[in-house]
């Protein structure tokens, strides 16, 4: 059973536009949602992450919007690059453990 | 400050042997997860442990097993491989348990090739 679900699978942006990264959840009990990025062989590396007592959290280009009552949170990357090109897991941690989503492979085209 | 070590990066088995892989963390952190990554089903949470004891363990098999050494380094075991043991294995370190900050250290990988 997956505990966070994201979604999509993949991504195809053209340069400068804006990413979009859903993911949800069903435990209330899970108090911080971080994102991480996976480039090409490389280990997943933290991005940004964010606590439910907000609803926004914003660093340069990448923000993280939080619904707790819908109990969804998404990433969005604006005017994307093609560095950006890697995939991004979302994940949610109830205190004890930390859930990935099975990840979105976001691709920029010049 | 050097990252988190993993060895081998490649290696190839054939059904029914077993692996050990190693990793080593960031000087300091005490704990150590391990995940495995396929494509369909993302990262995968196999087990964490924190000053050499187990404390977490996810939905594998007992065939896949894992110790943390006093100097905080870690290996898993693999018995019995089967081809679906195919993936990347990860290990991530942290200063504390991983759920309490959700900050983890990923190392490059292991990827395992089961023939």
């Known amino acids: 059973q997956q505990q966070v679900k994201q979604s999509p699978q993949s991504l195809i942006v053209q340069k400068g536009g804006i990413s979009i990264i859903n993911c949800a959840y069903e435990?209330?009990?899970?108090?911080?949602f971080p994102w991480y990025q996976q480039f090409p062989g490389k280990g997943p590396a933290l991005l940004i992450a964010?606590?439910?007592?907000?609803s926004e959290k914003k660093e340069g280009r990448f923000t993280i919007s939080f619904n707790k009552s819908a109990k969804q949170f998404s990433l969005h990357i604006m005017d994307s690059q093609p560095g950006d090109s890697a995939t991004y897991f979302c994940?949610?941690?109830?205190?004890?453990?930390?859930?990935f989503g099975t990840g979105t492979r976001l691709t920029v085209i010049p | 400050k050097a990252g988190v070590t993993q060895t081998p990066r490649y290696l190839i088995k054939t059904r029914g042997q077993q692996v050990t892989l190693s990793c080593s963390p960031i000087?300091?952190?005490?704990?150590v997860s391990w995940y495995q990554q396929t494509p369909g089903q993302g990262l995968q949470f196999l087990f964490e442990?924190?000053?050499?004891?187990?404390?977490n363990k996810g939905n594998f098999p007992g065939r896949f097993s894992g110790r943390q050494f006093s100097n905080s380094r870690s290996e898993m075991n693999v018995s019995t491989l089967e081809l679906g043991d195919s993936a990347l294995y990860l290990c991530?370190?942290?200063?504390?348990?991983?759920?309490?900050?959700?900050?983890?250290?990923f190392g490059e990988g292991s990827r395992l090739t089961v023939l």
């Open positions: 000087s300091g952190h005490r704990s």
């Open positions: 435990n209330t009990a899970f108090d911080y």
């Open positions: 991530a370190s942290s200063l504390s348990l991983a759920g309490h900050t959700g900050e983890l250290f």
């Open positions: 994940a949610a941690s109830p205190a004890n453990n930390l859930f």
């Open positions: 442990y924190f000053s050499e004891t187990q404390r």
């Open positions: 964010i606590r439910p007592d907000v």
